[in-house]
């Protein structure tokens, strides 16, 4: 069955600290992951996009690595701010047209 | 804001009704996607289509259809409707498809009494 699992659900960090979050998946045939942030309301939006061969992408803060062996991703948020308060998504495409949704990490940053 | 515009913003009806969302997708763009985000469920892909043709379903219920017309804007008619319907909706589009950024719009919230 196809399935993308992210831990944390939730986390509390103060501004300026860094933090890591996962992306488990047990998607076949894997097609590529894309990461979201999506603010409480209102729409997600991209991060990231990796395919099979691409180990890591940046966009500025946040970094995200793929592991397509362990089927594991990761997304990497440096020196964070209030405004990296939200959720984030992890999406893996099956195939060429089905995107498996994760449940999110719901990311809260304290002053 | 990303360019993909939704009406209405707000939708309240009630079960057995049908409604239609409308989409425009950011100019240039050939790809629409429909999402569907509900408390319990999380987002969830509803249906995609690439230049006035449907290109892959998801977890798109019977009682729901969608078309994009040849202006590339589309639209979402949810029929005979229930309390669980009540939901986001999320329109996105690309300019292709496969590994494309996908930009959202700002959602239609759909309310079922």
């Known amino acids: 069955k196809n399935q993308v699992e992210q831990s944390p659900q939730s986390l509390i960090i103060l501004e300026g600290k860094n933090c890591t979050l996962q992306c488990n998946y047990t998607v076949s045939p894997f097609s590529n992951l894309r990461w979201y942030k999506q603010d409480t309301g209102r729409g997600p939006v991209s991060l990231t996009i990796?395919?099979?061969?691409?180990n890591t992408k940046s966009n500025g803060r946040y970094t995200a690595t793929l592991d397509a062996d362990t089927k594991q991703s990761s997304l990497h948020i440096t020196a964070s701010q209030l405004s990296d308060s939200a959720s984030y998504i992890c999406v893996v495409s099956a195939g060429t047209y089905k995107y498996i949704f994760g449940t999110g990490t719901r990311l809260k940053v304290l002053a | 804001d990303s360019g993909v515009t939704q009406t209405p913003k707000h939708l309240i009806t009630a079960t057995g009704q049908r409604v239609t969302l409308r989409c425009s997708p950011r100019s240039g763009d050939l790809s629409v996607y429909w999402y569907q985000q509900s408390l319990d469920q999380g987002l969830q892909f509803l249906i995609q289509?690439?230049?006035?043709?449907?290109?892959a379903k998801g977890n798109i219920l019977e009682r729901f259809s969608a078309q994009q017309f040849p202006d590339l804007h589309s639209e979402l008619n949810l029929s005979s409707l229930e309390l669980g319907d009540s939901a986001l909706y999320f329109c996105a589009s690309s300019p292709g498809e496969l590994t494309d950024t996908q930009y959202f719009g700002p959602g239609t919230r759909l309310t079922v009494l």
């Open positions: 990796m395919t099979f061969s691409e």
């Open positions: 289509y690439y230049n006035g043709e449907e290109r």
